[in-house]
């Protein structure tokens, strides 16, 4: 990566200074290339790609302040987003984390409470993103299960179908499509404000014990979407869940949807990273399995 254009092109549309001298690279997850900045203003952090991601940067970007036009959550304060010859980057405000406390879990989970109660009338988003570095179709719908069977489980079977998941686990997540129905028994399902990606690498907090989320894939849905995700991969512990019920309470039966909402990113583990997530998806289709008898 040219991180000399880069610092050329913020100074020029934000008027920042960068000392490229002082680059430290970062951890930035499997997909980007991410480094912190040091400028004449405040440090940076700066997530880099090829130039055909810019899209995937500019709605991580315009996620972030819709999170944060909602008055819940912090997020970190986008600075730019932009391309620069075969290169495209997002530039964020730098945030200090530091151990994740048990004050922050508790307002973390009464953030994500509120940023829930922003509603709308349709399910999805204005304009597709990605979910990693998967598209995610986020046409607007007026029907929670049409949305998520078409929108989320189908485009990823598909996907899995090109890239190897065996017939069995095929036919099993086929079969589940057509009975959707069976996991919401007339609930009302609001189109809530949507992290989207909210597992525990995705949220932090500083030395003032604020606590932000990033890397959101936004959009409306239900709320039990993200806080399935939240026991994905661990890293939440009681208090989260309790501040959260305590804000507002989940719906009797959430249970039974954990591994419907969570078989959606276990698909899209094993569609970017391979057979390694197989036994996973195989397991989570296997428990659900009783619902399509």
Same mark, same amino acid.
């Given at each position: 990566?040219?991180? !000399?254009?880069?610092?050329?092109e913020?100074?020029?549309?934000?008027?920042?200074?960068?000392?490229?001298e002082?680059?430290?690279?970062?951890?930035?997850?499997?997909?980007?290339?991410?480094?912190k900045?040091? $400028?004449?203003?405040?440090?940076?952090f700066?997530?880099?790609?090829?130039?055909?991601?810019i899209?995937?940067?500019?709605?991580?970007?315009?996620?972030?302040?819709?999170?944060?036009?909602?008055?819940s959550?912090?997020?970190p304060?986008?600075?730019?987003?932009?391309c620069?010859?075969e290169?495209?980057?997002?530039?964020?405000k730098?945030?200090?984390?530091?151990e994740?406390t048990?004050?922050?879990?508790?307002?973390?989970?009464?953030? *994500?409470?509120?940023?829930?109660?922003?509603? $709308?009338?349709?399910?999805?988003?204005?304009?597709?993103? $990605? !979910?990693g570095?998967t598209?995610? !179709?986020?046409? &607007?719908?007026?029907?929670? !299960?049409?949305?998520?069977r078409?929108?989320?489980?189908?485009?990823?079977?598909?996907?899995?179908?090109?890239?190897? @998941?065996p017939?069995?686990?095929?036919v099993?997540?086929?079969?589940?499509?057509?009975i959707?129905?069976?996991f919401?028994?007339d609930?009302?399902?609001?189109?809530?404000?949507?992290?989207?990606? *909210?597992?525990?690498g995705?949220?932090g907090c500083?030395?003032?014990k604020?606590?932000?989320?990033?890397?959101?894939a936004?959009?409306?849905?239900?709320?039990e979407s993200?806080?399935?995700?939240?026991?994905?991969?661990?890293?939440?512990?009681?208090?989260?869940?309790?501040?959260?019920?305590?804000?507002?309470?989940l719906?009797y039966?959430?249970?039974?949807? @954990?591994? @419907?909402?969570? @078989?959606?990113?276990?698909?899209?583990?094993f569609?970017?990273?391979?057979?390694?997530? *197989?036994?996973?998806v195989?397991? &989570?289709?296997q428990?659900l399995?009783?619902? $399509?008898?």
């Amino acid at each position: 990566m040219n991180l !000399i254009e880069i610092s050329t092109e913020l100074n020029q549309r934000v008027g920042i200074r960068c000392n490229i001298e002082s680059v430290q690279v970062v951890s930035g997850g499997s997909i980007n290339s991410a480094y912190k900045l040091l $400028t004449d203003d405040c440090p940076l952090f700066l997530k880099t790609n090829k130039a055909d991601s810019i899209e995937m940067f500019q709605s991580e970007a315009e996620g972030l302040q819709t999170l944060r036009d909602s008055g819940s959550v912090e997020v970190p304060e986008v600075i730019d987003v932009g391309c620069v010859n075969e290169q495209c980057y997002l530039a964020l405000k730098w945030i200090d984390f530091v151990e994740k406390t048990t004050d922050a879990e508790i307002q973390l989970g009464s953030a *994500l409470a509120n940023q829930h109660r922003c509603v $709308t009338e349709q399910y999805g988003w204005h304009r597709d993103n $990605t !979910i990693g570095s998967t598209l995610q !179709i986020n046409i &607007c719908s007026s029907n929670w !299960i049409e949305f998520f069977r078409d929108r989320r489980l189908c485009y990823q079977l598909e996907l899995a179908e090109k890239r190897g @998941l065996p017939k069995n686990q095929l036919v099993q997540g086929y079969d589940l499509l057509k009975i959707l129905d069976r996991f919401f028994e007339d609930r009302d399902i609001k189109a809530s404000l949507l992290h989207g990606d *909210l597992w525990s690498g995705n949220w932090g907090c500083d030395i003032s014990k604020k606590t932000y989320v990033y890397d959101p894939a936004v959009y409306y849905g239900d709320r039990e979407s993200d806080l399935a995700m939240t026991r994905l991969f661990g890293g939440f512990s009681d208090v989260f869940y309790s501040a959260y019920n305590k804000s507002w309470q989940l719906d009797y039966g959430w249970e039974k949807r @954990l591994d @419907l909402y969570n @078989l959606y990113h276990l698909l899209n583990h094993f569609n970017l990273f391979g057979h390694a997530y *197989l036994e996973q998806v195989a397991t &989570c289709l296997q428990r659900l399995g009783h619902w $399509t008898k």
